[in-house]
């Protein structure tokens, strides 16, 4: 039997002697038991509360842009302002799904969701504005929409394999975000 070429540029590494690839099976026999817990096995690990409190502060930059947007959506004037003050309406939309996407995960993971009021503004990683006039308002939400990319590039590199499914979902967020920004860069750059 031949042996497989080695791939170029790709370091193997040899396991130990007697090392194999196994399933835990104190792991698997656990999440048979403890049914209430849903989602939430022994693989959410240590990291599950810090995960939770993350999202939760993700949860708040999204209602906070929910607010925002919406704010610009009805207050919006000037010449180009109705297609635009349209587009704050969808984006509007769009961060409400991500907050409800947000808030579903929240409880898989076994936590809250954190819709408190009172602490929305400093819990999110955006700011809330309430400029008047569009240019102003098309700059704050561009800000906004480049803090949320911040924030969720480093949730992504932080949460890494420690939960394959919520990385997933910030990946998908961080891509509506990214395109949200490239509008709203265009928009500026037309003014």
């Known amino acids: 039997m031949a042996t497989a070429a080695p791939v170029p540029h790709i370091k193997t590494v040899k396991p130990a002697e007697g090392e194999r690839l196994a399933l835990d099976e104190a792991a698997i026999d656990a999440a048979r038991r403890n049914l ?3 989602a939430v096995t022994p693989h959410s690990g240590p990291w ?8 939760n502060d993700s949860l708040a930059t ?3 842009c929910v607010l925002r947007y919406k704010r610009h959506h009805f207050t919006a004037e000037g010449l180009s302002s109705p297609k635009i003050a349209e587009e704050f309406l969808v984006h509007a939309t769009e961060e409400a799904g991500h907050a409800d996407r947000l808030a579903r995960r929240i409880v898989q993971l076994g936590g809250e969701p954190d819709f408190g009021p009172d602490s929305l503004t400093t819990r ?3 700011a ?10 098309i700059k704050a939400n561009l800000i906004a929409e480049r803090v949320a990319i911040e924030a969720y ?6 949460i ?13 967020i961080l891509a509506d975000e990214q395109q949200h920004a ?7 750059a037309a003014d």
């Open 36 to 38: 209430n817990l849903g």
């Open 48 to 55: 599950r509360k810090d995960i939770i409190q993350l999202l």
């Open 62 to 64: 999204e209602l906070v």
């Open 124 to 126: 999110s990683h955006a």
């Open 128 to 137: 809330y504005d309430d400029s008047a006039d569009l240019k102003s308002m």
């Open 153 to 158: 590039s480093q949730l992504i590199t932080l």
């Open 160 to 172: 890494g394999d420690k939960d394959s499914t919520t990385r997933r979902l910030l990946e998908d």
């Open 182 to 188: 490239d509008e709203l860069k265009d928009w500026l």
